[in-house]
């Protein structure tokens, strides 16, 4: 059926997302001179630290990292107050990066997009919007983030529940009361742990529904002085550079020892000393944590130990150690003496492992012993990862075929940035790149400066359209699939994996291999004259706009 385009606005890029992959876009595109609208669901920037605004929220990444390189004025004219940033403080600086370069003119906030379908015949995506409007655009950037889209859990009654529901991923942005109530927390990752460590130090009753326990080390957060802002900003250019070089893209440590080449009592020194700097100096020790299974048992067994010392009972000490899986197998969390809050008298932990919810009741929580009565339930339980966002509308390319139906088995794509199948199509920090393994801010500027060089490459050869190979594409996911065979994250059930969300289809289908590895390989294709992409030169390359003034 051919679609009603009467009254579309002709631009040259929609930018889908407000965090920090579309503000840069937004600003990178702009630059190059684009006729461009970014389009995103929240009321202004900021993507998800414009969400998650609970108790607790802060950033488990240091602040140096996530932040933006790719602007000297914004790195000199902005300065962190802590080493790991709270919500607010990361939502300003969204803020003041969108005033100090004007973002918000190319936005509209408060839209989602319903359907974004390629036209074979015009070179076109044509992208509707939930307000009604209707954009025809030679490209399309999609900047919705790894983690954009919350799930609620997977238990019955939820709906039946006549208490206070708070999400922690879609938190009121107008202060919530929770003084001197019962309240109830599914879901103990980082979002959960930083929720229970925070209302464990109120007047609240805090009752924690633990299925699977995470690992977690002490952040040991600083303030920032004025002497050390001063040398930052001095040294930010090395400081990028060498983030650019680093598995992580970012300015943690990293170390090439593997765990057994030291003596044991070395060993239990430098985990010793990493424990009390905090942060993310104990995942920089040793190299072969996620390959070797016998040196992650004895960092694992290092961890528990130090459960036991911090809380006080030791069966509730035994709840709370992870098992069966190894450590940072999953996410590993940063918080502030999180262990410490089950010493307090008003913080109660409910082992869902020996004691499994059967439902949420309209009064509370329903496990196999009984129910727990609640004013507030609190879900904590994450996102629906990678894909989410993407599959959450239409998206339709060449002779009509959904994204949906390409990606029923896992997503597939080139490097997470282009698609077999749908021309013109971008993503940043894609599913099949470094995604959440990586520092996100790095790893979006560098997606952002591909694409800007493909669509550049485009304008100087005459292209009107680019899409990756299939030969190239089914290359990345079986280097993706052989680079994951090796590592021990595949041993937990994760949302890495997609096991979080029912009916999903499960495997490890973000790039492992590390920042660095990945930004060669981007840097490889365009070194080859970009050979794993396929072009169409069909009609012009020229932007809709610049067809529709040749027309008048």
Partial sequence: MAQDTSRAQCVDMVIVGAGFGGMYATWKFREMGLDIVSIEEGGDVGGVWYWNRYPGARCDLLSVDYSYGFSDAVQQEWSWSEEFAAQPEILTYAN???????????????????????????????????????????????????????????????????????????WPHDPVDLQGKRVGVIGTGSSGMQIIQTLGRTDCEVFVFQRTPSFTLPMRNRKLDDAYQTELKRNYPAIRAACRMNPTGGARPVSTRPFFSLPADHRQELMEQAWAHGGHTFLGIFSDLMTNQEANDQVADFVRDKIAQIVTDQQLAEKLKPRGYPIFARRPCLDTEYYETYNLPNVHLIDCLEDPIAEITPRGVRTQSGETELDVLILATGYDALTGAMLSFEITGRQGRPLAEKWAGGPRSLLGIVIEGFPNLFMTTGPNGPAALANIVTISENDVDWIADVITHMDQTGQAAVEASTEAEDSWMERIHQTASNSLMLKAKTWWVGSNVKGKPQGMLMFTGGFHKYREACEAIAANGYRDLVFDSAGSAASPNVKAAAAQ
Avoid: Q
């Fill in 96 to 170: 003041f990066v969108a005033d100090r370069l004007d973002l918000r003119k190319h936005y509209r906030f408060s839209t989602r997009v319903i359907s974004a379908k390629w036209d074979d015949t015009r070179n076109l995506w044509t992208v509707r919007t939930s307000d009604g409007a209707v954009f025809e655009a030679r490209f399309c950037v999609m900047s919705t983030g790894p983690l954009s889209m919350p799930t609620d859990p997977d238990i019955p009654g939820l709906s039946s529940y006549k208490g206070m529901v708070l999400r922690a991923a879609k």
